[in-house]
């Protein structure tokens, strides 16, 4: 299992420095005082919150200046059944992940919109005068939400955004002094895929500025951190376009989180039912952009937490107690969303009869499964363990046959089933994450799952150059 790994139970998991061995991150388990059912819907530990109210800044108030300030944080999601098949109208099942994105919106004064996140991209800045030309010629309709894209504000967001991050990284200045600089930042993540996230997040600002009935867009800085592994299909896109929809939306006043409407029974600010469903909404149309072809059910588990069975467009909350210890291991791929989808795609086009039945059988293990998560109450018995273990490893060999998998993303599962555990490949396949569902009836051992892997590294490796070394001397006899 090479690559980060996430240990501890999808009742909420915490962060532990990262060790050095297998690059493992060992995500411990919450303290007593702090266990609480991550699929009890009822706790708000995983959906979206807000950790403070709109309030003043301190230095703005005795600057004489009305500046505000807003922090927001949402969860990930691992796919627990159900991938590609969803997309075909099928069933899946998601789980929220205790590993958050945070976003901290700060009001300013210096006629700038400002984004800067770890990891991704560097602090990125535009003049709201820039923007507020574009606010100026759009539309909405503030009586009807808007299901599809606005493609004229696409087009001419994405010239934008080209032109701020050909500035940002020096290219075509002709200073060699910059050529360093360019190259390292291409080594943090391919542009492009910087430009598709930051065409989502103006294009959520300035139609909510619209739904807001401002006629400029305010000066805002955006500074957003991320526990989420990007690229590894546990939904840190669908993550950050929630934490920006609902601090935007707050921001401006759409929608008001206040402590006498909002504290939930554990003192967490979550916005209430409608005011989720507009959050959700707008997330939506960010993951569109990112994705292109979005189910809707990322955003939906980043939005509302817990467990989402979600079937034809329809998100059903799952009144689930049953407490599943999973680990989540990223194999250190990156994967194509998009690709996966057109792999599958083309051979459902093609082998028809042979692609339906597997994505019917995929539905069926999401229903299958959902009567567990519905019935379960606590750590699984060995009944039904064994019954959510055989429904995990069948719809990992579906998915095999759908060609989304990866050597990867096998070798994890094998080495899973070595050690009488449940594992498969979560999101889209072709390289990310797989998770691994412990069976509670064996004693764990973190040190364990990582050390086989890195066993088994050690022996393909050595193999490998054993095979090498011949291949060599039988060369050199050849010679």
């Known amino acids: 299992m090479e690559g980060p790994m996430y240990v501890g139970t999808v009742t909420g998991i915490n962060r532990s420095p990262a060790t050095e061995t297998a690059k493992a991150i060992s995500v411990r388990k919450r303290t007593s005082q702090h266990k609480r059912s991550r699929n009890d819907v009822s706790s ?29 944080s949402a969860p990930g999601k691992i796919i627990l059944h159900g991938e590609h098949a969803v997309v075909y109208q099928k069933t899946a099942i998601a789980l929220s992940l205790g ?40 539309k909405v309709d503030a009586e009807t939400l808007e299901t599809t894209l606005d493609q004229e504000l696409l087009d001419r967001l994405q010239q934008l955004v080209g032109s701020s991050l050909i500035q940002d990284v020096g290219i075509g200045n002709g200073d060699g002094s910059d050529v360093q600089f360019r190259v390292e930042a291409a080594k943090v993540k391919d542009p492009s895929t910087q430009s598709i996230a930051l065409v989502g997040f103006l294009y959520l600002l300035i139609k909510l500025c619209k739904l807001a009935g401002r006629s400029t867009v305010p000066s805002l800085s955006f500074a957003i951190q991320s526990e989420i ?10 993550s950050l376009a929630v934490c920006l929809a609902s601090a935007i939306l707050a921001f401006l006043g759409v929608i008001v989180v206040d402590a006498k409407t909002c504290r939930d029974s554990v003192g967490k600010l979550v916005p209430q039912a409608d005011q989720l469903a507009l959050i959700n909404h707008w997330a939506f149309l960010v993951d569109k952009i990112i994705h292109g072809n979005a189910s809707g059910i990322d955003n939906s588990v980043s939005t509302y937490g817990g467990v989402i069975k979600f079937a034809n467009g329809q998100m059903t909350r799952v009144q689930s107690r049953l407490k599943l210890d999973v680990v989540v291991v990223d194999t250190g791929v990156e994967r194509n969303t998009k690709r996966m989808v057109e792999i599958v795609r083309r051979r459902k086009k093609l082998y028809p009869l042979i ?45 095999c046959v759908l060609g989304v998998s990866h050597p990867g993303l096998d070798a994890i599962c094998a080495t899973a089933a070595r050690l009488g555990q449940a594992a498969k490949l979560t999101g889209a396949g072709g390289g990310g994450c797989a998770i691994v569902v412990l069976d509670p009836g064996k004693d764990q051992d973190t040190l364990g799952l990582c050390g086989e892997p890195k066993q088994a590294t050690r022996e393909r490796k050595a193999k490998k150059q054993g095979k090498r070394k011949r291949t060599l001397r039988q060369t050199r006899a050849y010679k």
């Open 44 to 72: 708000s530990d995983d959906c979206i919150f807000f950790h403070s109210e709109l309030k003043f800044l301190n230095r703005g108030v005795m600057a004489g200046l009305n500046l505000r300030h807003i922090k927001v």
């Open 99 to 138: 590993l958050r994105t945070r976003l901290d919106l700060r009001e300013t004064n210096d006629g700038r919109v400002t984004i800067f996140m770890e990891r991704f991209f560097k602090e990125i800045t535009w003049k709201t005068d820039d923007l507020t030309s574009l606010l100026e010629t759009t």
């Open 355 to 399: 692609i339906n039945p597997i994505l019917d059988a995929i539905d069926g293990i999401s229903n299958t499964s959902f009567t567990l998560l519905q019935h379960g109450n606590g750590s699984p018995t060995a009944e039904e363990y064994e019954a959510l273990s055989e429904l995990i490893s069948i719809n990992q060999h579906l998915l």
């Open 229 to 238: 592994a990007i690229g590894a299909g546990l939904g840190s896109s669908a």
